[in-house]
């Protein structure tokens, strides 16, 4: 084989490749992820809603996420949750004040930038969450009732792994 018909041969094996008959099995298995992971989404979803109903029947569960953002990475800014939950900045700003009226959030001028203000949790907000976190975990284990250790562990290992892109493995 000449140096070009090498080069032309490898230009083609490193193309993209279109999915052909060969790839209907894995084309398969990707929906069933697909359908899988759409399924887990709507069930977190509707966990999700109901520990928000136990947090504080007052409280929207849009809120309830931006609380548990908040509580995590505490103190931060409106603008912080608007980037990494891709809500919408006059969204949070009501969920932060449905939050602040009911005594769950407290908003303090950062110490560095007097403008700038930073949320952080109340101990009202604290205490309830532990109550809760509590009762959902309670949930979850009716999920995997019946579960290795292992088999929990390789779960867990298995989530983590989805959740994280592959250039930052």
Same mark, same amino acid.
């Given at each position: 084989?000449?140096?070009?018909? +090498? ?16 790839? #209907? ?5 990707? +929906? ?10 709507? #069930? ?6 109901? &520990? &928000? ?24 800014? $409106? ?6 939950? &891709?809500?919408?900045? =006059?969204?949070? =700003? ?21 403008? *700038? ?6 101990? /009202? ?12 975990? +309670?949930?979850? /284990? =009716?999920? *995997? ?5 292992? #088999?929990? $562990?390789?779960? &867990? ?13």
């Amino acid at each position: 084989m000449s140096p070009v018909d +090498a080069e032309a041969r490898g230009a083609v094996q490193d193309a993209p490749r279109l999915p052909g008959p060969d790839d #209907e099995g894995r084309e398969g298995l990707m +929906a069933g992820v697909v359908d899988e992971i759409g399924s887990m989404m709507v #069930e977190a979803k509707r966990t999700i809603a109901a &520990a &928000a109903s136990r947090f504080d029947p007052d409280v929207p569960p849009t809120a309830f996420y931006v609380l548990r953002y908040v509580m995590k990475h505490q103190p931060c800014t $409106a603008g912080d949750i608007v980037k990494a939950m &891709a809500i919408d900045k =006059s969204a949070v =700003s009501r969920q932060v004040a449905v939050l602040r009226e009911a005594g769950f959030v407290e908003v303090v001028p950062d110490a560095a930038d007097g403008r *700038v203000m930073m949320l952080g949790s109340t101990e /009202r907000a604290e205490v309830r969450m532990l109550e809760v976190r509590h009762e959902n975990r +309670a949930v979850f /284990r =009716s999920h *995997v009732e019946g579960w290795t250790d292992d #088999e929990l $562990a390789e779960f &867990a290992g298995w989530l983590h792994r989805f959740n994280t892109p592959a250039g930052q493995r």
